[in-house]
């Protein structure tokens, strides 16, 4: 009985941490360029979306549902998440865009990039054992965590207070960031409790999440030096292990708190921001990249409402950039739509504070 208890848990972080987002992600994925339509990009393509449905229904869940708004959340979010999955793997099935450009050939290493790439899945593996034998517990997980718990157990959301189990009123910087709303809905489809959800999977999932984006992200900063690639892996991965050298760190962050928001910005949303930085700088005309962008911009809220802020100054300095450099009036006017999700979160955050 323990034994299939404990596989229909894995079955369901399997289904709702990679199948999903990677059946949404091959809506965007077939106009990518081909060279792009990798199982890698699809995913974080498709994990992007994939949060970002999940913040625009919490939110709208979250003012305006006072009791049950956890059941009410699944509700929505669930059969949405549902059709998404089932629109890409129908469209894949249906005319093949992705399969065909995934049997790509390999390029043959040398035993030199092949010893470092093995040095660099030693470092990750050291990671996530620290990360899973070593929980940290940090003060904030008095508020965060037990925001998930109460949303779990009580139904309610941002709608008592953590400290005393009071009623309070919404505390807009907390309500319109979900992430923990997202691990209560993991914890609902596992039936995982919440805290270990975030102490002890979300880091075996975050970790390597976030080497996949800086491995794409290498591979647009090496395309005509690969075997720099595993190289900039491995410093990768000592840059995090080593950048304790402060709390405020972003390597302390997303080590030490990789179950909290703000620990996500720095560990997906900003990377991924980089990520399409270059994938737009290669090929300003694709329109899937825009899209992906806005997905960004709109998904990065469920960190937290200063992410928003900060990823939508990036966005508009980057195309502004980017507009100059090419002389380019339609990539300024593809920049403010772009930004338009985050212009609409941030003006939303004003009228209710």
């Known amino acids: ?4 208890q404990l596989f229909l848990q894995f079955l369901g972080l399997l289904i709702w941490l990679v199948i999903i987002p990677f059946l949404i992600g091959l809506l965007p994925a077939r106009f990518l360029p081909k060279e792009y339509r990798t199982p890698g990009t699809v995913f974080l393509a498709g994990f992007i979306i994939y949060l970002a449905v999940f913040e625009v229904v919490g939110v709208i869940v979250v003012l305006n549902a006072v009791h049950g708004g956890m059941a009410i959340l699944l509700k929505w979010f669930t ?46 593996a050291f990671q996530l ?17 037990v925001q ?17 189990g009071d009623s309070t009123v919404l505390n807009m910087r907390n309500a319109l960031a979900v992430f ?32 996949l984006l800086f491995f794409r992200i290498g591979k647009s ?10 190289v900039f892996m491995v410093l990768m991965a000592l840059i995090q292990i080593f950048g304790n050298v402060s709390i405020f760190t972003s390597e302390t962050f997303l080590m030490t708190r990789t179950w909290q928001g703000k620990s996500f910005a720095v560990g997906f949303i900003i990377p991924a921001f980089l990520w399409l930085f270059l994938l737009i700088s290669e090929k300003v005309s694709c329109r899937a990249y825009w899209l992906l962008l806005a997905a960004l911009v709109l998904m990065s809220g469920i960190a937290s ?37 985050g212009a609409a979160y941030i003006l939303l955050y004003l009228f209710l504070k």
């Open 305 to 341: 409402s200063l992410v928003v802020f900060l990823v939508l100054m990036m966005v508009l300095i980057f195309g502004f950039y980017l507009a100059l450099h090419y002389r380019s009036v339609p990539i300024l006017l593809k920049t403010m739509a772009a930004g338009i999700p």
């Open 1 to 4: 009985m323990l034994v299939l």
């Open 180 to 211: 923990p709303l997202w691990i209560t809905m993991l914890a609902e489809k596992t039936r995982i409790h919440p805290t270990i959800i975030a102490h002890s999977i979300l880091p075996l999932f975050l970790l390597p999440l976030a080497y």
């Open 148 to 164: 998930s718990l109460i949303a779990k157990e009580k139904g309610f959301l941002y709608r008592v207070e953590p400290y005393t």
């Open 79 to 124: 059969p949405l998440a549902v059709a998404l999955a089932s629109l890409g793997l129908g469209a894949e099935i249906v005319v093949p865009a992705v399969r065909p450009h995934i049997r790509t050939k390999t390029k043959i290493l040398s035993l030199e990039a092949k010893f470092i790439w093995l040095l660099f899945f030693l470092l990750l």
């Open 221 to 230: 900063l090496f395309k005509n030096k690969i075997e720099s690639l595993p």
């Open 129 to 145: 054992f620290i990360s899973l034998t070593h929980a940290f517990f940090d003060g904030d997980d008095a508020y965060y965590v």
